[in-house]
């Protein structure tokens, strides 16, 4: 079956402007995580939706950064006014349910490179 | 607070040579530990995963990995190392109860000569 899906795949962007990174989860999963991988510094989780719960919030780095989930299905993360610090490869994952049990799905992942 | 490390930033080993990846953690109760092999251009993949029980686990491509509770660690290792194995390998901690993020360490990339 299709896995987690994410597009684009790499964006170039200028300093300032705003981004749109979206993830499909797969099918029938309810949670859906972001996280951030920056050369060297591993993985930094961002932000994750656990069906209509309000969302964990507690990784975005700063208000710049938001993500929304609608339908319980897709999700966006926006990127507002991009600054460099902010060039990393952005991942999606996705797990059947939440709990430590249930194993996160990772899709490819998007390649943000600010100008 | 949560915290992986992973202290082998490169490691480089020969094919065939048996090869063992470090991890620690800190953790205030009894953790659930994964590890995530990330190929070239390709999403993370869950190697293998501890939640309790057996503290030596088996996964997939071969490996598995040996929870001590004494040592706060969860090494990974696989006795026999192929050229395909070439990757970055990542150990992370989580969910728990009260968040369900993963908390990663910061990886270590193999390289595999042959």
């Known amino acids: 079956g299709a896995g987690v899906s994410q597009s684009p795949s790499n964006k170039v962007t200028e300093k300032g402007k705003d981004v749109e990174l979206r993830c499909d989860p797969i099918?029938?999963?309810?949670?859906l995580y972001w996280y951030r991988q920056s050369l060297g510094q591993g993985l930094e989780f961002l932000i994750y939706?656990?069906?209509?719960?309000?969302?964990?919030k507690s990784g975005l780095p700063s208000d710049r950064f938001s993500a929304e989930r609608t339908g319980g299905s897709v999700s966006t993360l926006t990127i507002q006014r991009t600054q460099q610090e902010d060039s990393a490869v952005y991942l999606c994952?996705?797990?059947?349910?939440?709990?430590?049990?249930?194993?996160?799905?990772f899709g490819p992942g998007t390649r943000l490179t600010v100008l | 607070a949560q915290s992986v490390t992973q202290p082998d930033i490169h490691i480089t080993v020969s094919e065939g040579a048996s090869l063992e990846l470090r991890c620690n953690y800190s953790?205030?109760?009894?953790?659930?530990l994964f590890w995530y092999v990330q190929s070239p251009g390709q999403g993370l993949q869950l190697l293998l995963k501890?939640?309790?029980?057996?503290?030596l686990v088996q996964g997939i491509k071969g490996f598995e990995a040996e929870f001590k509770r004494s040592q706060s660690s969860f090494n990974l290792r696989k006795p026999s190392v192929h050229w395909s194995d070439a990757a970055e390998y990542f150990c992370?901690?989580?969910?728990?109860?009260?968040?369900?993020?993963?908390?990663f360490g910061t990886g270590t990339r193999l390289q595999v000569f042959p």
């Open positions: 994952a996705s797990s059947l349910n939440s709990g430590g049990l249930n194993e996160q799905f």
């Open positions: 099918s029938g999963h309810t949670a």
């Open positions: 939706f656990q069906g209509n719960s309000a969302p964990d």
């Open positions: 953790y205030g109760a009894t953790p659930y």
């Open positions: 501890y939640f309790s029980g057996d503290t």
């Open positions: 992370a901690v989580g969910p728990n109860y009260n968040t369900d993020k993963l908390i």
